[in-house]
């Protein structure tokens, strides 16, 4: 097994870029994932990756299982797993994956469209929402930040992974999207979240920044605004635990 010390090597000078820049993600068409867990459940879902860097030490039976099925697998210094990570306590792992590319499922009934969905870790945490709560399909709309941001894949937690996330104009979503219902959560709306019959067909939910309300975009795509009716002059919950308390409260009643 190669064992890496320097910065200048192909392998991390890859790593480094995909890390740091969205551009190079797009032109080389792959991402990099930090950690045992991420890494095994890409690989796990059935996505290789290109290659796998690790320091010594770190969980050697993953990765030597690794190596034995194919996987180029090599071991690196402390400095070089720094330099291609960018988390204060670097776990050890980091592999370079391909970006997966899914396809719109067809029959799609339960949809999650994301309107300006800025912040990281809101994104992170409304994907690993989403599969949680069984959503058929994520749709980040224009203006969201890049899913695959090393932030977003780390409080994604592998949702990436097991469900489809497709990035949309608004005219695709126009086009591709042929749901019984399209509901938008915004303060004010007209029907309580737990009011809607989320059983009775299938249905969109778009879900955007408290900070700046629904796009105009958003609006004309919507049929029904809906909203979580708030105690004490509260104004707005913050979006990812907005999209959680609907996306849940939906699952509850097909459940039932």
Not at 73 to 84: K, L
């Amino acid at each position: 097994m190669e064992h890496i010390t320097s910065k200048q090597n192909t392998k991390v000078k890859l790593a480094n870029a995909l890390l740091s820049r969205a551009r190079t993600r797009k032109k080389e068409g792959k991402i990099v994932l930090e950690g045992v867990r991420l890494v095994r459940d890409a690989w796990l879902n059935g996505t290789v990756p290109e290659f796998v860097l690790h320091t010594p030490g770190t969980d050697d039976e993953f990765t030597d299982k690794l190596a034995r099925t194919g996987v180029d697998v090599s071991s690196v210094s402390d400095e070089v797993m720094r330099y291609v990570t960018d988390t204060q306590s670097p776990q050890g792992v980091v592999g370079v994956f391909p970006v997966p590319q899914p396809q719109y499922p067809a029959g799609a009934a339960r949809v999650l469209i994301l309107d300006a969905i800025s912040d990281p870790g809101n994104m992170g945490t409304i994907l690993r929402t989403a599969a949680g709560a069984g959503v058929d399909v994520v749709i980040p709309a224009p203006g969201c930040v890049d899913t695959y941001n090393p932030k977003v894949l780390r409080s994604g937690m592998g949702a990436h992974f097991r469900l489809p996330v497709i990035d949309m104009t608004w005219e695709q979503i126009a086009a591709d999207v042929q749901v019984d219902a399209v509901y938008l959560a915004e303060g004010g709306g007209e029907q309580n979240y737990d009011d809607v019959d989320w059983a009775a067909g299938s249905w969109a939910l778009i879900t955007g920044s408290e900070a700046h309300g629904a796009s105009e975009a958003a609006q004309q795509f919507a049929t029904t605004p809906i909203t979580i009716p708030m105690a004490h002059q509260t104004e707005s919950l913050n979006a990812a635990i907005a999209t959680a308390v609907i996306l849940f409260e939906a699952a509850r009643q097909h459940r039932q």
